[in-house]
């Protein structure tokens, strides 16, 4: 599956038959000898109050907490499992519910609420002094303002500031953000566990949306722009200095279906 440019292998596992180890995950997303993949996502039944539980998986082979993009394709396929077709879905994630709605063509979901909210954090990296905000959309963000995008080194940089410890011992995924108007980013993100550059992150998406409003006191929505060359959608209510109902709406597509040998 396909979202924003983020690419997932996806399994419906809810007889709970499929072993998820390490290696094989690892395996399965490698580009070259497995199908190739951001990260690995399993349906399983749900063990809350969620429709579903979904398992997500870097494609190191590494759980994590949660993956924006990926639960807009976990619901979308989740649509295509269903009998009878509910277009409200309750995802069950480590990083607590997200709730999704499909829509046409896209697919919303709506965040647990953030936390963590840190402004102006002073570190050195590549001998260069940073300010760097951080907040946890259900992953940990850091984000770093810049003038311009394509000049970075994004995977040098972006492992430094993701190793720093700042942000030990979990790490931190790293964004960098371009203002193109009050309501509109341009970012790039280097994602821990990939540790590369994606073409989309969502949780990095409304991380940069709430970091900006934070900064600029901003009425939503804003549009955020990502390296796969989509645009998609944050939205929130703000109480004081608190989110909630916070939202990401973009598309989600299943690429193709197949069969491998593990």
Request: aromatic share 6%; charged share 25%; hydrophobic share 35%.
């Amino acid at each position: 599956m396909n979202g924003a440019g983020n690419d997932f292998v996806i399994i419906d596992n809810r007889d709970l038959n499929c072993g998820l180890e390490k290696n094989k995950i690892e395996s399965l997303c490698n580009r070259h000898s497995g199908i190739g993949a951001d990260g690995f996502m399993a349906v399983e039944p749900s063990q809350s109050n969620g429709d579903y539980r979904m398992r997500y998986f870097n494609s190191d082979g590494n759980e994590a907490e949660m993956c924006g993009n990926g639960a807009r394709c976990f619901a979308r396929f989740i649509y295509t499992l269903q009998e009878q077709k509910k277009e409200t879905i309750k995802i069950e994630t480590v990083a607590g519910i997200v709730v999704a709605e499909i829509l046409d063509p896209g697919v919303q979901i709506m965040l647990s609420s953030p936390f963590n909210l840190k402004l102006n954090i002073p570190i050195e990296i590549n001998e260069q002094r940073e300010l760097i905000h951080f907040i946890n959309t259900g992953v940990p963000h850091a984000v770093l303002l810049v003038d311009e995008l394509e000049s970075i080194n994004i995977k040098k940089t972006g492992s430094a500031i993701r190793h720093h410890s700042e942000f030990a011992p979990e790490g931190t995924n790293v964004n960098f953000q371009k203002i193109e108007s009050s309501n509109t980013l341009t970012i790039r993100t280097y994602e821990r566990g990939v540790e590369n550059e994606t073409l989309a992150c969502g949780t990095g998406m409304v991380a940069n949306a709430l970091i900006h409003d934070q900064l600029n006191n901003i009425n939503p929505p804003v549009f955020v722009n990502v390296k796969g060359g989509d645009t998609l959608k944050v939205s929130w209510e703000k109480e004081n200095d608190s989110y909630k109902n916070v939202t990401l709406t973009g598309p989600a597509e299943i690429v193709f279906e197949g069969k491998i040998n593990v």
